[in-house]
């Protein structure tokens, strides 16, 4: 699977589980980060290059999008581990 299809991949998912239509867009300067944008028609989803490499990353990314998603808000680093640790 090439990266571009990985993106398309974890965008349906993200969709699917939150029932929100996203766009999702790949950081190459910040590799390593997330950030969840609600400005605009659309959220913005923005991750990492690293998620493409670190499959653990991935998933993190995307229970992270998918949480703040269904909150309407980005939630905080104690919250998102709150959130983990239930599940």
Do not use: H, Y
Request: net charge negative; charged share 30%; glycine share 6%.
């Amino acid at each position: 699977m090439d990266d571009q299809e990985f993106i398309q991949n974890m965008q349906k998912r993200i969709e699917d589980s939150a029932g929100v239509a996203i766009t999702l867009e790949l950081d190459n300067d910040q590799r390593e980060d997330i950030d969840v944008f609600f400005s605009g028609e659309k959220p913005r989803v923005v991750i990492g290059a690293d998620a493409l490499v670190q499959a653990g990353l991935a998933r993190m990314f995307m229970q992270f999008a998918i949480l703040c998603l269904k909150e309407g808000r980005k939630v905080e680093q104690e919250e998102f581990l709150w959130f983990l640790r239930r599940n």
